[in-house]
């Protein structure tokens, strides 16, 4: 009982999902082709638009995007992703100024201790920890601009990627599809997929 039941369900998903009834003859629409099959079942097949294939467009894309950040992104018309890349050499940028302004306030403190003032805006702060501050600055400011450059390297990976991918295959020669059979001799239904690649 229930084997019968999920085969009716199959049989019913599997028509409702990949045929039509028609009359005898071909129709062809905007990006859907339908032909008749020997069975009266129509099959559609989506008809993809293929645009011409242009090995330069990656390679243009990563250069637009190397002369002026974002620019790749909207030669491939990402352009939700220009935010996002600015963002994020902005933050770059800001903290790159403010550990610099932070460096520059602890070596002048540091300077004015050497020269014998004791007058410095980090009263209670000894001077090895001044030194240390102003390492610490320095180095914070070092991973600012590798934080600037890698933004800045992968907004030119994402454009020649992203171009890359627009141009991917994706034709009818590859496709999987599910099949339903009743087998003749013993009444028994048959499911089963088939996969079709065509070089």
Do not use: C
Request: charged share 20%; no cysteine.
């Amino acid at each position: 009982m229930n084997s019968r039941f999920l085969n009716i369900l199959f049989f019913v998903l599997a028509t409702a999902a990949f045929a039509q009834e028609v009359d005898s003859t071909a129709v062809q629409k905007d990006s859907i082709v339908v032909s008749e099959k020997n069975t009266g079942i129509v099959i559609k097949d989506t008809v993809l638009d293929q645009k011409p294939y242009n090995p330069l467009a990656p390679s243009k894309a990563a250069f637009y995007s190397a002369v002026v950040p974002g620019l790749g992104q909207a030669y491939n018309k990402k352009y939700w992703k220009i935010p996002i890349i600015y963002a994020g050499m902005a933050t770059g940028v800001y903290f790159y100024l403010q550990n610099d302004d932070d460096y520059n306030r602890f070596r002048d403190a540091y300077k004015s201790r050497l020269a014998g003032f004791t007058d410095d805006e980090f009263q209670g702060i000894s001077t090895e920890r001044l030194i240390d501050a102003q390492r610490n600055a320095k180095k914070n400011k070092d991973y600012s601009i590798v934080a600037v450059v890698l933004v800045y390297m992968l907004n030119i990976i994402d454009a020649n990627v992203d171009a890359h991918l627009q141009q991917y295959n994706v034709s009818e020669d590859l496709s999987i599809s599910p099949n339903f059979e009743v087998n003749s001799i013993n009444t028994q239904a048959n499911y089963g997929l088939s996969f079709r690649f065509k070089l």
